[in-house]
């Protein structure tokens, strides 16, 4: 991610009607506006899974402006598009991540449609069309047990009450937390190492007392999540995007 904010830093490409797109490798990428009233800077991004470039403006940035800005910084996207793995749903024979191990697919028609788990093996019946979809809702459904889990885990040792946990798909954050009646975990997690999902939820049940990064945060995560907290932090920089390889 990149953060921009004097706007005396932009260099403007000669043609003034620059359209919404850059070429990134060889291939046209969208580029997003996003608006956004508490914005004190622009910052720009590569969504994980590739398909846009995103900038978040202040009310006061010229659109045009925040384009030209794009283009400018188009070796570091060029980059970070290198580092998108390439999506490959699921299927017959392949693999998918489940709580960071590889689990192999094992698919027979004559099977039950709901997915199984035994052992490294993961078996699903059914038709072969919408295979991808049923593992997912599996993932999903396995995603939000292990949440809850964490949540009372968590919000125990924080001494606060049960808080309701609920689903994201989100295709930037790893969970958030708007208020104090719910919280939400991007589902994806599932396939991470369980120090990197448990990681994010402490991170969400700290924020239900400081809703900040200051010390007061930090300390209280520490407190609370069992593991190193720049370990997690770390994982997720690094290999973060590979949880959007197998699923849209």
């Not at 914005?39 to 969504?47: F, H």
């Amino acid at each position: 991610m990149i953060d921009w904010l004097k706007r005396a830093d932009i260099t403007k490409p000669p043609n003034p009607q620059i359209e919404p797109e850059i070429e990134l490798n060889g291939a046209s990428i969208p580029i997003a506006l996003r608006r956004h009233r508490t914005a004190k800077r622009l910052t720009l991004r590569l969504a994980p899974d590739g398909s846009e470039v995103r900038i978040t403006l202040p009310k006061w940035a010229n659109g045009k402006d925040a384009i030209a800005f794009a283009h400018s910084r188009a070796d570091w996207l060029a980059q970070q598009l290198a580092k998108v793995p390439a999506r490959s749903a699921p299927g017959p024979g392949g693999t998918l991540q489940y709580r960071g191990e590889t689990l192999a697919v094992e698919w027979d028609a004559a099977a039950p449609r709901r997915p199984k788990r035994t052992g490294d093996i993961v078996r699903i019946g059914g038709p072969q069309e919408g295979l991808d979809k049923r593992l997912q809702r599996w993932l999903e459904r396995e995603a939000l047990a292990l949440f809850e889990d964490d949540m009372a885990d968590y919000t125990a040792a924080a001494a606060l009450g049960p808080v309701p946990v609920g689903l994201s798909r989100a295709q930037r954050r790893w969970g958030s937390c708007s208020d104090k009646d719910r919280i939400r975990i991007n589902w994806r997690l599932v396939q991470a190492p369980d120090f990197v999902r448990r990681s994010v939820v402490a991170h969400e049940v700290a924020h239900l007392i400081h809703f900040d990064h200051s010390p007061a945060f930090h300390a209280l995560l520490g407190d609370i999540y069992e593991d190193d907290i720049s370990r997690a932090d770390k994982w997720l920089k690094d290999k973060g995007r590979s949880l959007y390889a197998s699923f849209g």
